[in-house]
């Protein structure tokens, strides 16, 4: 098969990283994505900034002094550590990603690096990550944090902020070493084992100070993973553009990562949620390439999710209660997408999420190089019939699908089809 470069080249260096292995069967991760813009969510002054989210004070060129100030008035008396990591578990996410810093350079958490923290510079003055990683360790979901590890426009020296911060006096390296690295270092000290750290926007370093940077914070935890962003190919797993799936699959540890709406941090007026629907075929779609989804939810400045956040990431976790054979600790389908749907697939199992029902109920398999030993729809006990001859196999449907949304098929064969084990390398 063909590939562009783009998609081929290897996730990380280290494939035998002890990370990897819960990682690639996770499949499904929780993004978070709060800070003081979800507080202001998408407004400043009297302007409204769509699509703006954590991207807001660098669209509105907020002042930094005066976006600091926002902090006064942050309290999200509404967080409950608990609840979300409940709702994280009756979704069926696998990872919980949070930022611990966005752009905006607001830290929270507890951070004595700096007083421009939840803690220091809030009414709140709690530590909601304190609270949260301690919940998801508790219902067993691998805890992560995001960290805008170049990009910070509070501080003179960090990436980004040229509105207030002349570009030609800033010493990056100075931002690294006075606050990046001390923080990377309190959140990987503080909050117990880490699942991995999620980098973003590389810049400021060259390979071998990134390298060294990274040496420092592996000695802390050398089970956590680093996200690719960390950059100059330095990562343990590859994480694509944002809200963007490869074409084809794709071997090694990789993540897709999407918004539930149309941003990443909270905004009022932003109602186009993907329906339950599209998340269980966005999330079929990926797995079938080999990667992970992770699906961000934008919660408010009171720490609140959206209503329809927690409705439909519950409704795709009973999804996921019948079907999640097919999605956790898969790889890729042994045939490229079909009219009616993807595949996933384990040793001696191909999974066929049916999106669409085909015409006449045939459902049409490719090209199987490998006897067909039975057909059934993943929480049905009744087995389907099929004819195979050396151009496809196909599959008799019954009139009507548990879930027009997604139904899933498991196709047992033996035989040669191919070495799934070597394909997940
Ligand atoms: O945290 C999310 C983004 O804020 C972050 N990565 C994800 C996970 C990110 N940082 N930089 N970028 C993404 C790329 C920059 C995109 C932009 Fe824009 C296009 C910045 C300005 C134009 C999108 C549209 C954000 C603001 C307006």
């Not at 109602?271 to 269980?280: A, C, D, R």
């Not at 779609?285 to 439909?312: E, H, Q, R, T």
Request: proline share 7%.
């Amino acid at each position: 098969q063909d590939m562009p470069d783009m998609w081929t080249k290897a996730a990380g260096n280290n494939t035998t990283h002890p990370g990897l292995k819960w990682f690639r069967d996770a499949k499904f991760g929780l993004f978070i994505h709060w800070g003081l813009y979800s507080k202001l969510g998408g407004r400043w002054k009297d302007s409204s900034y769509y699509g703006s989210g954590e991207w807001l004070m660098n669209r509105a060129k907020a002042p930094a002094g005066e976006y600091a100030a926002v902090a006064k008035t942050f309290n999200p008396q509404g967080f409950n550590a608990e609840e979300w990591a409940q709702t994280a578990r009756d979704a069926g996410v696998r990872y919980l990603v949070i930022t611990a810093k966005h752009h905006e350079g607001f830290s929270m958490y507890d951070s004595k690096v700096t007083d421009f923290d939840i803690v220091d510079a809030s009414p709140y003055g709690k530590d909601p990550m304190k609270a949260l990683s301690r919940a998801c360790r508790e219902k067993g979901i691998p805890f992560g944090f995001y960290y805008s590890q170049f990009l910070d426009w509070h501080e003179p020296d960090g990436g980004g902020n040229t509105w207030d911060f002349p570009k030609d006096k800033k010493d990056y390296q100075q931002y690294y070493r006075s606050k990046s690295v001390p923080q990377l270092k309190e959140l990987l000290t503080n909050y117990g084992p880490l699942g991995l750290v999620w980098f973003d926007m590389p810049g400021g370093l060259t390979p071998e100070q990134t390298r060294q940077m990274i040496d420092s914070l592996r000695i802390l935890q050398p089970s956590c993973l680093f996200s690719s962003r960390v950059g100059h190919n330095l990562g343990d797993y590859r994480d694509f553009g944002d809200s963007e799936v490869p074409p084809v699959p794709i071997p090694g540890a990789w993540e897709s990562i999407y918004t539930h709406n149309d941003s990443w941090g909270y905004i009022e007026h932003d109602l186009n949620f993907k329906s339950p629907g599209e998340i269980i075929r966005l999330l079929s779609n990926v797995a079938s390439k080999g990667g992970n989804l992770m699906l961000n939810v934008g919660p408010d400045g009171n720490g609140k999710w959206p209503a329809y956040s927690i409705a439909y990431l519950k409704a795709t976790g009973r999804w996921l209660d019948i079907y999640g054979e097919s999605i956790y600790g898969t790889t890729y389908g042994l045939i490229p997408a079909q009219p009616w749907g993807v595949t996933t697939s384990k040793p001696g199992k191909l999974y066929l999420h049916v999106w669409e029902m085909p015409t006449g109920r045939q459902l049409r398999v490719p090209g199987i190089n490998a006897r067909v030993k039975s057909v059934k729809i993943l929480g049905s006990r009744q087995p389907l019939t099929w004819k195979q001859s050396t151009a496809a196999t196909t599959i008799q449907l019954p009139v009507t699908l548990p879930d027009t949304r997604n139904t899933v098929l498991v196709m047992e064969y033996s035989g040669t089809q191919q070495d799934l084990s070597q394909l997940r390398t």
